[in-house]
């Protein structure tokens, strides 16, 4: 088990983060895809854009949907820069603010910013936010919305996501859309993809996983808290169609009966081909249930401004590698690259890297004169993916409004 850590500082708040507990729910502007793993075009900024990871796997043939998805999509507000938690009868002032498209929406952006062509099925609101989100998602980000939909009088949920002292604090409200008609459950019928993403809840079946597997697609699926506080593994309708399934070591445990993450890890391989489980500060340990591989990627020490969304990147960035067909350790280690750098901005999908970010940062870290070289040959993968001209580091993006009029 390696225990070499690779260090990249950062401007931001206080406080080190070593990787995702879990799969955040909340938290939109970036590059646009390119095609071709070394053909790039250029953003409204002139910048270097997206790369293709699965250049040279597409054939005429294939789906031209890599991932598939369908969720809740909130409007997110972010304040950072908090010293403390909000006291009750006080009032307190935020040194940053922002606001962008969150939910389901972290894990869509995360995946269109790394290249991957991303189909989202969601409901949004016909209200100011609503359409700023539909907006922003289709036209800022490159997201397929073909099967989502706009319902009439239905507001948009809204976060507020409060990030201090390394973690974060969110109130929500929302009511949930009715669906668009028909008496089937939406989505009806998934497209035709490479890769579905699906967060599985104790009780809940979700028909449209089972016929994305059907369709051919490889199933991911994360989890969250069980608040019926049976954690029966055997409550996740659905699991039995997963390719991967990646909890945290909370929920991995308590789903297990176990009181080791790696001994967890183990046991959900019994259940699904592949599982991964996310280590906190320690980082995140795989286990290929068929080949009995197993991979252990420590952490990359950051500053952490805030966490919220690092867990659907850290998925994304899974997924990426492996559609790409990447070794194991190397997608492990991708995941929790992208993971790293997301919570060194504010926000869930404002904070997502795209390939120009993982570029940026490759080129700081090698020019570390104390940077710890057997930890850092763990990322000598990359050199084979990057463009050359990537852009000076740090990038920031974050932006604090819904928008300026044009």
Known sequence: ?????????????????????????????????????????RDDSGSAGQ??????????????????LTGTVFLDIIFTGLDSAPVRGTESWARGMGSSPGGVANMATALARLGLRTSLAAAFGDDHYGEYCWDALAHGEGIDLGMSHTVPGWHSPVTVSMAYEGERTMVSHGHEAPPPGGPDPFPYCPPRARAAIASLAPGQRQQWVESAARNGARVFADVGWDDTGRWDLASLAGLEHCEAFLPNAEEAMRYTRTDCPRRAARKLADRVPLSVVTLGAEGAYAVDGGSGETAEVPAIAVEALDPTGAGDVFVAGFVTGTLADWPLADRLAFAGLTAALSVQEFGGSLSAPGWAEIGAWWQQVQGFDAQDQEALRRYAFLDALLPADARPWPLRRAVPTIGFKA
């Open 1 to 41: 088990m390696s225990t070499h850590t690779v260090t990249a500082g950062h401007d931001g708040a206080d406080g080190r983060h070593g990787g995702p507990e879990s799969g955040g729910q909340h938290g939109a502007g970036g590059p646009h895809r390119g095609h071709g793993r070394h053909s790039h075009r």
């Open 51 to 68: 790369l293709d990871p699965l250049d040279g796997l597409r054939t005429p043939d294939g789906p031209c949907c890599d991932v598939f």
